[in-house]
């Protein structure tokens, strides 16, 4: 046959995009599979519509995509369902950016035409991720992409808000909520980001009303004075039982307010005494429905002053009314002091405006009856999580659950299927709009301006995307998934209500595990962002090194439970791996001329060929343990090794020795179990390198269609020889030392250097080395192995279990010389050591130092030390 010619150098820009072109033409991303075999089914965590692909969902795509080809190749029906979220909030403020630098607002448009905008940018940012997820390589399939605001997807959310409030499991209501002054909008609790900021504890006097002193508190916010309707004290606080239905004069709006007794107060804090602002922090707002307070709101949804306050205050912004109320308290005598603290401060997780406590009409879910039976789900080992740590998380969480708040003061998402009659008040929740009033049948109705929490649509996804609610054939048959595969920062956020959604709506949980894998961080371990300059664009990585070195570099460094530590520069792993795979094929593929291969399973195998193949069915077995566990990082690392080490350093160097000689029948032997090993390791590596593999296989001459649907190797209890494998190690490790001492002795990889050996008399791989000895002459490159009784003269020890073997040296180096260049090394050596004495010797130092520099200058003590006693030994054989 001819030799088969790759291109000499790896270029995956070439063929990249043309591989992903034919996957997708020839249909192998949708499901098919062995008759009979259980669905693997994965639905894309959704990007949102308007947000760049980063690196984190560079990660969570190559992981997702990793698990989806194996199970493809493993002969299941595998489907990974695609699509993107209409992430509310996010793309009203990407749209009405775009406006303000137009000079509009949306209120310059009617909703339904601001809608439509809205719609065509997101049609927009959708065609983007689409070539995003194509450039990584996500084997999805396209012919069931969805979105989260498609017709399905909003009939399955109005399905579901219509059901819960039939249910009594969702209600309207004037809360107190998290409220984004920027956005415009209600926030649920975790989508408020808190973080830890500088601030200051305003101690104030309230005048008792009777004129015989004042009660002093503390507030971290004085421009709420103005809304305060009451000062609460603990019931059992011996320093205030006299006052308990007194009452104080609010300052700067002379009106008397009361003082009640609640057990919410730490009599520990402060002067034990608390203001009560209802309408404007949650605590206040509890204890208010405990003692009937009012609940005047004097910070509006702009985030201004407002409401029954003095005029001087009306319209200004928190930060100046804080300024002007300080002032006045000060000239009223009234303020008793400051002092800063660090306070945690809430902030919107979209524009990261500090979130103001907001009374306002809302619509909210019962949480509580949907935790428990998502709790259940989990208990019963319906759902388990990997790692298992987060299944604490989980529990935590879900016993502590509160309402979710689910309307927002938005117009781009899912309308709340709410109608009001304007001439009776009656209120219709409904599947289908309506047109007339069931009560009094006038026509003069008007829909819920609100539109729903963008997670109302996401929490449906895993049964949603699948057709629910109507009885869908995909619905049977592929629900519910098998995995999601998720980061941790999203757990509350879409995992848990996924969980709930699914019991409550289908009695089952949407998937089996929940694969939780960490944050890729910059390498001093902060997170990426656009303000540390850090971030890593996956789309540049791949330019740069192609998709298969941004894949396999992530996987290999994404040990279960922990955070990815990477720059740029780490993604030379993944490019050299793929270069390797790449030159190794080549090298074989270009070697093939006048060979004539036998039919598959036919060629003769010898120790060597047995051996790689027990070999490859331990990386087989070991892959598939790691996926079960979805241990990404050791699948990959058990690829590498045995790709890398076992057969490019290992097998193909041996086999040179079967293309020495004339014998044509052994050449042919030799290059067919090449490149059956060749195949089957492409199909090994393919979940990881998809791209080069696809392309090296194509050009095989014992391929057997398109690699993406071949299967995996499987475990094979015939080709397993553990014997064999130890045999090998030991041939391995002498080889290995005969390479290893060469530097130390300036000789030349190149330069023969014959070995003698001496094996100890219980060594069971004697026998297996002395049956190679040729080959441990080709790899050792010593032109003589010999067997002797004692060391021979002028020969370095290499010592190895199980045998002593030495390399005759001194007719390959200049012995004077290299005697010379010991002395001086060792003349160093003792030197370094001795100071390193002098510093350990001196008590100053072992006392005052940190015990771990101690430790460590005790290491580099014996690591000296036993590099002096190594040339000491090299000094004395040369001698």
Not at 139 to 168: C, I, M, N, P, Q
Not at 825 to 846: H, P, Q, T
Request: proline letters at 5%; aromatic letters at 10%.
């Amino acid at each position: 046959m001819k030799a088969i010619e790759l291109p000499k150098a790896y270029a995956p820009k070439d063929f990249e995009n043309r591989v992903y072109g034919e996957w997708k033409s020839s249909l192998a991303f949708q499901p098919a599979g062995k008759a009979g075999r259980k669905p693997f089914v994965i639905v894309i965590p959704p990007p949102n519509v308007t947000g760049i692909l980063h690196i984190g969902h560079g990660l969570n795509l190559s992981l997702q995509d990793i698990v989806v080809r194996f199970h493809r190749m493993d002969g299941r029906p595998t489907l990974w369902v695609p699509g993107t979220d209409h992430a509310g909030i996010a793309t009203q403020n990407v749209v009405e950016k775009r406006l303000k630098k137009e000079g509009k607002s949306r209120h310059d448009f009617a909703r339904e035409d601001f809608v439509e905008l809205t719609r065509k940018v997101s049609e927009e940012h959708k065609a983007i991720i689409r070539e995003q997820l194509a450039k990584i390589g996500a084997s999805v399939d396209w012919s069931r992409e969805r979105f989260t605001l498609d017709e399905g997807l909003s009939k399955a959310v109005r399905e579901v808000f219509v059901t819960l409030y039939e249910r009594g499991l969702i209600y309207r209501g004037k809360y107190l909520v998290n409220w984004c002054v920027s956005c415009g909008t209600a926030l649920a609790d975790d989508e408020v980001e808190h973080s830890d900021e500088a601030g200051k504890l305003w101690n104030i006097k309230y005048p008792l009303e009777d004129g015989s002193g004042f009660l002093e508190l503390a507030t971290t916010r004085p421009e709420t004075l103005l809304g305060d309707t009451a000062v609460a004290v603990h019931p059992e606080d011996p320093r205030y039982l006299h006052l308990h239905g007194k009452r104080v004069r609010l300052p700067l709006a002379d009106r008397l307010i009361p003082i009640v007794a609640d057990a919410m107060v730490d009599r520990e804090f402060g002067t034990g005494v608390v203001k009560i602002t209802p309408a404007h922090d949650p605590n206040d707002f509890a204890v208010a429905a405990r003692h009937d307070l009012p609940k005047p709101q004097v910070i509006d949804a702009k985030g201004l002053m407002s409401g029954d306050i003095p005029d001087k205050y009306r319209g200004m912004k928190v930060a100046e009314a804080r300024k002007a109320v300080l002032a006045d308290l000060e000239a009223a005598g009234l303020l008793a002091g400051d002092k800063a603290i660090s306070h945690a401060v809430g902030h919107c997780y979209r524009c990261n405006t500090v979130i103001e406590p907001h009374l306002s009409e809302q619509w909210f879910v019962k949480m509580k009856p949907l935790a428990e039976k998502a709790l259940k789900a989990w208990s019963d080992g319906e759902v388990k999580f990997w790692p298992r740590k987060w299944e604490n998380t989980y529990q935590r969480w879900m016993e502590g659950i509160r309402d979710w708040c689910v309307s927002r003061q938005l117009w781009w998402g899912h309308r709340i299927p709410v109608w009001y009659c304007d001439h009776c008040g009656y209120v219709m929740v409904e599947r289908e709009e309506p047109t007339i009033c069931p009560k009094c049948k006038s026509t003069e109705l008007r829909q819920d301006p609100d539109v729903l929490d963008t997670w109302f649509s996401s929490w449906l996804w895993p049964f949603s995307t699948l057709g629910w609610p109507k009885d869908a054939a995909d619905f049977r048959k592929y629900y519910p998934t098998s995995t999601l595969i998720t980061a941790y920062d999203i757990i509350f956020f879409w995992v848990a209500r996924m969980i709930m959604a699914g019991e409550e709506f289908t009695e089952k949980a949407p998937f089996k595990d929940v694969y939780i894998h960490g944050l890729v961080r910059d390498k001093q371990g902060r997170k990426m962002s656009k303000s540390l300059g850090n971030g890593i664009d996956p789309l540049e990585i791949v330019d740069e090194y192609g998709a298969d070195a941004m894949r396999f570099t992530l996987a290999y460094n994404c040990a279960a439970g922990q955070d990815i530590l990477i720059d740029k520069e780490s993604f030379r792993l993944g490019s050299r791996f793929a270069n390797k795979v790449w030159n190794a094929s080549r090298y074989l593929l270009g070697n093939l001329e006048g060979r004539e291969l036998l039919p598959a399973g036919t060629a003769a195998r010898t120790p060597l060929d047995r051996w790689i193949f027990h070999r490859l069915d331990a990386a087989a077995r070991a892959c598939r343990a790691a996926f079960a566990e979805y241990r990404y990082n050791d699948a990959a690392q058990a690829v590498f090794s045995f790709f890398w080490d076992d057969f490019c350093d290992w097998y193909i160097e041996a086999t040179k020795l079967s293309f020495r000689g004339d014998d044509a029948a052994e050449k042919d032997r030799a290059a067919t179990l090449l490149l059956e090993v060749l195949e089957e390791s492409l199909r090994l590596l393919h979940p990881f390198l998809p791209f080069v593999t696809e392309e090296i296989y194509r050009m095989l001459p014992n391929r057997r269609g398109m690699l993406i649907v071949q299967d995996y190797p499987a475990a094979d209890d015939a080709r397993r020889d553990e014997d064999l494998d130890r045999d090998f190690e030991q041939l391995r490790s002498l080889v290995s030392m005969a390479r290893a001492f060469r530097p130390e002795f300036q000789i030349a990889p190149e330069k023969p250097v014959p070995l003698a050996l001496r094996f100890d008399a219980d060594n069971p791989s004697a026998a297996f080395v002395r049956a190679n000895a040729e080959l441990v002459k080709l790899l050792a490159n010593a032109p003589s192995v010999e067997e002797v009784a004692d060391k021979p003269a002028g020969s370095v020890a290499l010592v190895g279990r199980g045998f002593q073997a030495w390399a005759l040296v001194r007719d390959a180096v200049d012995a004077a010389a290299l005697a010379a260049k010991f002395s001086k090394d060792l003349e160093k050596e003792n030197a370094y050591s001795e100071r390193i004495r002098g510093k350990l010797s001196n008590e100053g130092f072992v006392k005052s130092a940190r015990p771990e520099l101690v430790e460590a200058e005790r290491a580099k003590l014996a690591e000296s030390e036993t590099r002096a006693e190594r040339i000491a030994g090299f000094l004395s054989e040369l001698a």
